[in-house]
């Protein structure tokens, strides 16, 4: 009986293909999506595991850390508690919150030029900060340079920087000064008096790749202090952390569960904190509206495949009439007609599916390779996007089966009741 | 055994309009004989027979088979093995192949022993000279080879009764009449009950029995 229904859906070839291809062209969007977006996520994931370890935290006052700009909620808040200063008291009551392992200290250093010295261009629009981060800091991608930490006097600079410079060696520009001055966009804006004629120096002693983060030259935590304690007109840099404080803290714990820790900050300090967990669950919902978005798309041309699927089952009844008077006469069932007829619209799900999957196959291996080398000119370590599941293929391969036999239903009912003798009497 | 009484049928086209196809027949048809059911063209033959075939189910009156009313058997298993019909038009599934053809009974009722079938076949099919033919497609055969396959359909799950409607009327006379006679040699040899229908009551004069329609009803035993 199975043979015999497969017989019926290879006698019209081509009307099989073409009732397929609504199938293939709903099965092709779908495991683009799947297939796509689940790697997608899981490279921005891993990405953002590398940069950030599950222990490791970033407690800011809500200034910019420039990784995460624009990531996190504002709301506004009637009974808006101040911010505490993160100043060394504060510093020392988070060093001694029972699983903290380590705290490096970060200021953010806005509205400064950086140019390598002798050269006439700044690097435009830099990013600077003080961190007291260790060179081998999962932070960084990759680090060249002899030291563990930039010492006073010392700067770090980004792969960036000295690419902006045509000096694609890293040891061609240790060594080398910069000098920070206040950009004249800053000194229009800021207008005082304390910042003109501003400029600082640095010895080079380390080069180094923060992947897809801005982040353009790293100082002495020290160092940054003065700095804008003497741009801001303070008396020295304790006054400057007294009255403003550090910018983000760079905290490790001994443990990944750091959701106590971050309970603490917030409620103690209103800092607000960030760690792998939120980047990837705020990661997760975006492609994950994306995914529902496109699987709608899907199940509308699945649902347009499906009809298109009622239609050709409707019009092989009226061809196969005699046919269906024939085996009803000789003792078919109505069971076994409605049968054959939903084998016939399944094998059309099938082939469909089955096309469908080839196609997202050779779309897959075909541009697979273009857009690793386009991810890894992004700076994102990819070696393969697309990953074939074959658990996922068998499950879509069943599903669109499944669409083909549910459109195959209403048609099967009709074949079914087809009264044998009027059936053979059809021409 | 076959035992009909008062068997009526009408179709209903509508309120104004209903044919009486049957009116009030009764009749009684030994195990194992052979008769022809003739008449004109209208006369009621083929509503009949699709009675006999359990193909229609609408009339009134009772038609016992064996002592039992027909009614009561599963409509399908009747069909499949009670009775075997061959039609005017040979009926075959162009898409499977002249053995495919003849299982169908078979694929459609409960698996029998393969081995068994696979003899039934062969010895069907060298029976009825189509050997040669098993694989090949119902529009490669001549109109008696197609006939020939459509009695070997109906006479694989060994049927009791044979139900013939007009098998020659898409035949050249020759052709016919060598599918009467093959028809009547299985009989002998396989001991069913066969009923042909025809208008052409010259065709089968060595039947056991002739009943005559006419207007719905039997004229002349
Ligand atoms: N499905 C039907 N609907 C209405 N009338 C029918 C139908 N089938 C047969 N008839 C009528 O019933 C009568 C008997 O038909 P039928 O049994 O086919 O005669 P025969 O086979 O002897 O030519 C005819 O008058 C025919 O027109
Ligand atoms: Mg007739």
Redesign the pocket.
Known sequence: MFKYALSIVLRRKMRTFLTSLGITIAVFLISFIIFGMQDLQKLLVDQFNTILKPNQIIVTKGGAFSMFTGVGEQTYDQEEQKQTIMNEDVLNEIRAFEYVEDISRMTVITGMNITLIDKKVPYPQAFMSGWDVKSNNSYFKEFSGNVERVEPGKIWVSKAFSKFYKLNDPNDIIGMKVAIEPSSSSILTNRSKSIIGKKFEYTITGVYDPGQDKNDAILHVEDSTSMLADLGGFKSSNEYIKEIGYDNLYVTTYTDNVKEFKKYVKDTYNYDTFTADDVISILGSITQGLTIALVMFGLVSALVAGIGIINTMIMSIYEQTKEIGIIKAIGASNTQVLTIFLIQSGFIGLFGGVFGLLLIFAVMKLTDPLIVDQLNNAGFGATTFFNFDITIALVITALSILVGVVAGVYPAIKAAKLDPIKALRYE | MIKAENLNKT?V?NKKVK?K?LDDISFTIKEGSTIAIV?P???????MLNILGGLDTEYKGSLLVDGKDIKDYDTNYYRRNIVGTIFQQFNLVSSLTVAENILLPITFGKQLGKGRVNDRLEYLLGKLGLKERADHKPTELSGGQSQRVAIARALIAKPKIILADEPTGNLDSKTGGEIVDLLFELNKEEGTTLII?THDPELFNNVDRKIH?RDGKIIQE
Do not use: F, N, P, Q
Request: overall charge positive; aromatic content about 8%; cysteine-free.
């Open positions: 179709y086209m044919v196809a008449g063209s209208g006369s009621g033959k083929s509503t229908v329609l």
